[in-house]
């Protein structure tokens, strides 16, 4: 009989998990003292590795002080405070705000939610499409859920949120004609700037800056989902820096705090910012945890450790290796291999399955992704050693000859 916790994205009657008791720097220990290397951070976002004393101390010294406290109307804390304009001076967008939530996905439909206000607010309540990708994660929450263009997770939902479509994944003519088609009734246009949980597919060169300009052409606002992306994955604290691109809004999550503590938000730029701050305007959205003292603190010594021990300049070398570890694979087992700076997708070929090669990883001490049924992700976090970079590689040699079909 299936024990009472409900698992997220698991068969529902499914007995028996691997029960992780222990974590340090990119390795983990199961139950049974079984060793495993981390090699997908967690789920893309254990960006300074597991176990550092330092955040365990700081959430201490926090709750000691204020463990939590709302935000609302007349509320505020230091952290929170703090967080955002540390946030306001990492990110390439000019004169930004933060609003503060728990998870990329509630981050994902306040983006959604504020765009759609913004244009109201800037006198066009007409606009309220949002357009994103096929291969788009977005979340589960029901706005990210619309937006998504994964199929098989919108299925048995009901009734989604209206005026949300998806165009193809790489196709700017695609976006072009939808936008002309539809010019004014767009709010923004939502994209990963590196479409993650599809499995790991970076923009074709010039894709983004084409967005860019069409949102520019049509009064769209341009939202990058940087829940995966942002906080050092590429190698630079956003995305949008990477690619040169810079949007109107951003979401994050995930590497903000490298999972020690719930944290997600929404950076908003100059355009959406001045149509929401008319005078006497009260934003009615909102999280009971939105600015949590303790959470935003340990973002903060997060934030702190990347720049300190020079985690963005390891991401690049961390990818480079890892990279050339996987790509002489192809041929071997891999069909090819797709990915950006410190995060991958190992495409398998025809004699391959994908949670079969994850299992045979398992086995071997290295924790990967199952992807649909051809492909394997690797995002470990940006603490990891060479040599376990190396085993990791070699284990997904094993893993491969002993699970061709």
């Known amino acids: ?23 340090r720097g990119a390795t983990v220990w199961d139950v049974d003292g079984n060793e495993l290397i981390d090699a997908m951070a967690s789920l893309w976002y254990c960006q300074i590795g597991h176990g550092r004393e330092e955040m365990a101390d700081v959430a201490a010294h926090q709750m000691r002080q204020l463990e939590a406290y709302s935000c609302f109307d007349p509320f505020t804390n230091e952290p929170a405070e703090q967080l955002a304009a ?12 933060v609003f503060f939530a728990s998870s990329g996905s509630e981050a994902v439909d306040t983006a959604m939610k504020l765009s759609r206000l913004a244009q109201r607010m800037a006198g066009h309540p007409e606009r309220h499409l949002i357009i994103s990708r096929e291969r788009g994660y977005h979340g589960t929450n029901l706005g990210g859920t619309s937006a998504q263009g994964l199929p098989p997770n919108k299925e ?12 193809p994944a790489d196709d700017t003519e695609a976006l072009g004609r939808l936008m002309s088609d539809r010019a004014g009734e767009i709010a923004a246009v939502l994209l990963e700037p590196v479409q ?13 800056a084409e967005a860019r300009r069409l949102c520019d052409e049509h009064g769209a606002y341009l939202i990058f989902d940087e829940v995966i992306t942002g906080f050092g994955r590429l190698g630079r604290w956003f995305a949008a820096e990477h690619f040169g691109v810079t949007p109107d809004v951003t979401t994050f999550a995930k590497g903000v705090s490298s999972g020690y503590q719930p944290v997600g938000g929404v950076i908003v730029g100059a355009g959406p910012r001045a149509a929401l701050e008319q005078d006497g305007f009260i934003l009615r959205h909102g999280y009971t945890y939105s600015g949590h003292p303790t959470a935003c603190a340990t973002a903060l010594e997060n934030i702190a450790i990347i720049e300190r021990e020079g985690l963005l300049e390891r991401a690049r070398h961390v990818g480079t290796r890892l990279e050339t570890g996987l790509r ?32 045979a990883l398992l086995d071997r001490g290295v924790i990967a992704r199952a992807i649909g049924d051809n492909t394997v992700t690797f995002c470990p976090p940006l603490v990891i050693t060479d040599e376990q970079i190396d085993r990791v590689a070699d284990a997904m040699a094993a893993a491969l000859a002993v699970t061709r079909t």
């Open 1 to 23: 009989m299936p024990l009472p916790f409900l698992h997220p994205f698991a068969p529902t009657t499914k007995e028996r998990f691997i029960t992780l008791t222990r974590g």
């Open 86 to 97: 540390r946030i306001a001076e990492l990110t390439p967008i000019a004169e930004a705000r």
């Open 196 to 208: 993650g949980a599809a499995g790991v597919y970076p923009p074709p060169p010039g894709y983004l």
């Open 328 to 359: 002489s694979l192809v041929g071997e087992g891999l069909d090819h291999v797709r990915g950006d700076t410190a995060v991958f997708g190992a495409a398998l070929d025809e004699a391959h399955q994908a949670t079969v090669v994850r299992d």
């Open 156 to 167: 048995g939902y009901g009734s989604l949120v209206p005026d949300v479509e998806q165009v």
